[in-house]
């Protein structure tokens, strides 16, 4: 109470940080006004001496008020010129408002602006734009998707060249060279995809010239929110194709079928059960604790949660729950159903009868044995030899991956089927499975489920099940966004996830005013019981709206809602559009007449982010009616919505229509509301709405958010252990790609390989010569450096460091001799194809490990109570140590073992052929062939063995380079 007197006196946060900035408004609105008088060329010599002063020493700080006053100025002079966007002809009609400078400096200063809709983002963000690209360092301007991107590229760019900037727009399958040139540019437009798979491709390039970008310098993130946030859950992937597949989805899956439907009848046979006692007592503990285990094994289904909802009989299994979970006997229910259902979790359990089910006959098929036992088992029997150890330990390894390939199958089958629904989660198109995005309702083009999920739900709808694929480069949007040396981001809707900006990238949020008040008028939820009651309603509304001639934009959660409502609409004879994944073909035209007299317009959330629906000029005085079928998760997503409406001024309505039978109110708020709706005594096809109840729903919602930020806090903590090791592997790479004296550091390598091997092989540390195992130390040597065995009785006396000098002098006469038969520049050539090769090589194996790692913490985690995170990190810093220390020895050892065989023709040829299309290492005979058997015998064994992508030496490379694989990634096998 206290606080809401304060902020009514002195205003919120918001406010106060506003009026501070209104001087330096004032100061750049003069600026702007002195300008207005300059000519022509004296103006637009502006930003040559802004660049200038800063090359001199000046801040941007200090050339801000200057720079924001050239830029509303420039904007004030092209008013009314026509140009072209997109082939469409435009006339400009910008001139930057106070609050739209204010959204400009909170931007400038590395804060999240949340403006309105209808205020003006677009415009607002060239401020700063021309601010940091004066300095030359290259600004990343991030849209969510190409259309975006290519139109503001283009319609701001009008301002920019104008005022002597240049402006590129990456846009997907767009050249490397094409990409370069981009970059090149003052201002690059783009979205966070293209920006994101462009960084880990410059990481994959084999050489300097092939790289496209140019550093991390200032970023600007429009819809900041679902990019950062909506986003940050999908970590971007290149991968390639796996030689073969080991997946079983295609022969487990008629058992999960049967499974599935046999959980179905079952979970009719309780409610069924339940039913029949209840009508002899309405509180039989019995009746309710069959219901209880009947929600466990099939939450979503219908007649179910109808029983639940009608009868109030939730309460009463809540409390049966509480019991099973004080006595720690919940899993005594699981074992009576085939297997139980985490929805808040995402998870799927099967339970013994449901294993005795799928597998009658071997009771060992679900069974996985102690890796670590065995393994152990079979290195200490004595009755076998070296090579039936190792012959057992091979046919253990292959029996246990295919039983752990089969048991990971079986659970994303299981998912599939229980946990995501077709037209909700994904639709099938043309034969393919593809993904529907939650916050936009758009399709994911080239996007798959991960770990396996998408071909699991592949074999479900019956389509192709595509190969598999293993990981070649990975990064976050989270880790990839926190490069940038400063990072901005705008949104009509941030203020809700402030906390997780400021967490995870240390952003400000700041909510800027409107530049006339707004005049929507935001209605109370109403709530039904049932589905069946709420789209009844929808319909009744939509044909009052219509009747009326008020235009209503129809939002709902999912492809399958949107059809389900089109179909009741045809019915009554309302005439209407339908935009979702489906049919998304038309949408600019029908967002166009979206807000015309009596349009009606059905739309999943495509609707709800960056676009704006202009009305018409007969139905200005009543405004867009925004009416959405359903409350989303996040509570942005529904502000989102409500946000179409009610733009700069104009009046509008918005309501949404609720059911208990919604998934959000059904996992988080069900009990609290259906409680209510007991207590009121609400009846079949009434409504209730009230304040109380909207807030009580909001609630609802803040629990989900802070569920899914505390999953994506989670994921940016394992993601950091990731983030470090690539930041190493990268800088040494990039390093070794750029630097011209890539020997000197292969000198290094030597120096590290050559001291860690004595300290390895030492029993003293620097003690006398005579306590190392001076064989063992050769052995080692001659092994990687071709180094011959010494005398004993010559070394046997010599310190440490009279050794280690010893041994580098004769491996670099060894290396001399290889160099002087081409030439120095060739051979440091070759070394850096070497060292590119092998990082690419190792790296690549290392991710799959990590992925691995990370699963096996998990399932450690739970034997030994401790946090998985810790054994992860543990882990994979001794994977890392690990990785370095392999990573020098191959590339010493394939630089030391090649075999340089050419003649002075030759060499001119093959220089001739390096340079043109860096495809053939003739003059280094054999490197390759050792590269692949040095690789293979320095690794070890593994539980599962996945081989290099198998592909034509002619067709594109994995990496997505644009080169053929010959020419890229295929030296590497050539």
Not at 56 to 63: H, P, R, Y
Not at 323 to 331: A, P
Not at 561 to 589: C, D, F, P, W, Y
Request: glycine letters at 6%.
């Amino acid at each position: 109470m206290l606080a809401k007197i304060v902020r009514k006196i002195y205003g919120s946060r918001h406010d106060r940080t506003v009026r501070k900035m209104y001087p330096l408004v004032k100061r750049i609105k003069e600026l702007a006004d002195s300008y207005q008088t300059l000519p022509e060329e004296e103006f637009l010599s502006h930003t040559d001496q802004f660049k200038k002063r800063i090359a001199d020493g000046a801040t941007l700080n200090e050339i801000l008020p200057e720079a924001y006053a050239t830029v509303k100025e420039a904007a004030r002079r092209l008013m009314d010129t026509e140009f072209t966007v997109q082939g469409n002809r435009m006339i400009w009609d910008m001139i930057h408002y106070d609050v739209q400078i204010i959204g400009g400096i909170a931007l400038a200063e590395n804060s999240i602006a949340e403006m309105a809709t209808g205020e003006g983002k677009t415009l607002v963000s060239t401020m700063p734009i021309y601010l940091h690209a004066l300095t030359g360092k290259g600004v990343h301007v991030v849209t969510v998707n190409d259309y975006l991107a290519e139109r503001d590229s283009q319609w701001m760019g009008y301002l920019f060249n104008y005022l002597g900037l240049s402006v590129g727009v990456i846009l997907n399958n767009m050249r490397p060279s094409k990409r370069r040139e981009m970059y090149q540019c003052d201002i690059t437009y783009g979205t966070n995809n293209e920006f994101g798979f462009d960084y880990l491709r410059d990481n994959m390039c084999g050489d300097v010239s092939e790289l496209v970008q140019r550093g991390h310098f200032f970023a600007i993130v429009d819809e900041v929110d679902s990019v950062l946030i909506d986003e940050a859950r999908t970590p971007l992937i290149i991968s390639g194709p796996v030689s073969h597949s080991t997946h079983q989805y295609d022969k487990l899956n008629p058992l999960v079928k049967r499974l599935v439907g046999r959980q179905r009848d079952h979970v009719n046979e309780l409610i069924t059960k339940a039913e029949e006692l209840l009508k002899n007592d309405p509180n039989d503990y019995e009746a309710c604790r069959l219901l209880l285990i009947a929600q466990r094994g099939a939450p979503k289904n219908k007649r179910l949660n109808r029983l639940l909802n009608d009868e109030g009989y939730l309460k009463k299994i809540q409390n049966v729950e509480s019991d099973y979970l004080r006595e720690k006997k919940i899993h005594q229910l699981d074992e009576e159903i085939y297997f139980t259902i985490e929805e808040k979790n995402n998870t799927v359990d099967m339970s013994d009868i449901g294993r005795e089910y799928i597998s009658p006959d071997d009771p060992e098929y679900f069974v996985l044995p102690e890796y670590g036992s065995v393994i152990a088992d079979i290195e200490t029997d004595e009755s076998l030899s070296d090579i039936e150890k190792l012959e057992k330990k091979e046919a253990f390894q292959e029996e246990y991956s295919v039983k752990a390939e089969r048991l990971h199958n079986i659970a994303q089958l299981l998912k599939a089927y229980m946990l995501f629904e077709k037209d909700d989660e994904y639709v099938v198109q043309n034969g393919q499975v593809q993904i529907v995005d939650e916050f936009t309702g758009r399709i994911m083009e080239g996007r798959r489920f991960s770990d396996g999920l998408h071909q699991a739900i592949e074999a479900k709808e019956g389509v192709k099940i595509e190969r598999e694929t293993q990981t070649m480069a990975t990064i976050t949007l989270q880790n990839y966004f926190r490069m940038y040396d400063k990072l901005a981001g705008m949104t009509g809707t941030a203020e809700t996830e402030s906390l997780e900006f400021f967490e995870i990238y240390k952003l400000d949020t700041l909510v800027i005013p409107t530049n006339r008040p707004i005049a929507r008028n935001d209605l109370n939820d109403r709530i039904y019981r049932t589905k069946r009651e709420r789209y009844n309603a929808v319909v009744d509304k939509i044909t009052e709206l219509h009747e009326n001639g008020q235009p209503v934009l129809v939002g709902t959660t999912s492809v399958d809602e949107s059809e389900l409502i089109s179909r009741m609409l045809k019915r009554t004879g309302i005439q209407h559009n339908v935009l979702n994944a489906k049919n998304n073909a038309h949408e600019a035209e029908i967002i166009a007449n979206a807000g015309q007299k009596g349009a009606v317009t059905i739309s999943t959330n495509m609707a709800g982010r960056g676009t704006d629906i202009k009305l018409g000029k007969d139905v200005k005085d009543v405004g867009l009616f925004v009416l959405g079928t359903g409350r989303h998760e996040a509570r942005r997503i529904d502000r989102q919505l409500r946000g179409r409406s009610g733009r700069q001024g104009d009046p509008g309505t918005t309501e949404f229509y609720l059911s208990i039978e919604d998934d959000l109110l059904r996992l988080f708020g069900m009990d609290r509301i259906a409680g209510m709706m007991d207590r009121l005594k609400v009846e079949e096809g009434e409504v209730i709405t009230h304040t109380l109840i909207t807030r009580q729903i909001e609630k609802a919602q803040k629990r989900v958010e802070m569920q899914n930020f505390s999953i994506r806090k989670r994921l940016i903590e394992y993601d950091n252990v990731m983030n470090t090791q690539r930041t190493v592997i990268y800088d040494q790479r990039m390093a070794a790609l750029k630097n011209e004296s890539v020997h000197e550091m292969i000198m290094e390598r030597l120096d590290t390989f050559i001291q860690n091997t004595i300290d390895n092989f030492s029993s003293g540390g620097k003690g006398l010569a005579g306590d190392w195992f001076l064989d063992e130390i050769y052995t080692k040597f001659s092994d990687v450096l071709l180094i011959d065995h010494d005398p004993v009785d010559e070394i046997r006396e010599k310190t440490f460091e009279e050794l280690t000098a010893h041994i580098k002098a004769k491996a670099e006469k060894i290396l001399q001799m290889k160099i002087d038969l081409v030439s120095k520049e060739r051979f440091e050539e070759f070394e850096r194809y070497v060292v590119l090769s092998v990082t690419d090589s190792y790296w690549k194996d290392h991710l799959y490990e990590m992925d691995a790692l990370r699963e096996n913490s998990q399932m450690e985690a739970m034997g030994k109570q401790k946090d998985p995170l810790l054994i992860y990190k543990a882990g994979a810093y001794d994977m890392f140590i690990k990785l370095l220390d392999s990573m020098d020895e191959q590339i010493l050892r394939l630089i030391w073992h090649v075999k340089v065989e050419m003649d002075p023709a030759q060499q001119r040829q093959v220089e001739q052929v390096y340079q043109t299309n860096h495809s053939s290492m003739n003059a280094f005979d054999g490197a390759s062939q050792e590269m692949q058997q040095a690789a293979q015998s320095s690794r070890g064994n593994k539980t599962v063995v996945r081989d290099d992508p198998k592909v034509g030496r002619n067709d594109p490379c994995p990496c997505g380079s644009g080169k053929k694989y010959k020419q890229c990634h295929g030296k590497v096998t050539a």
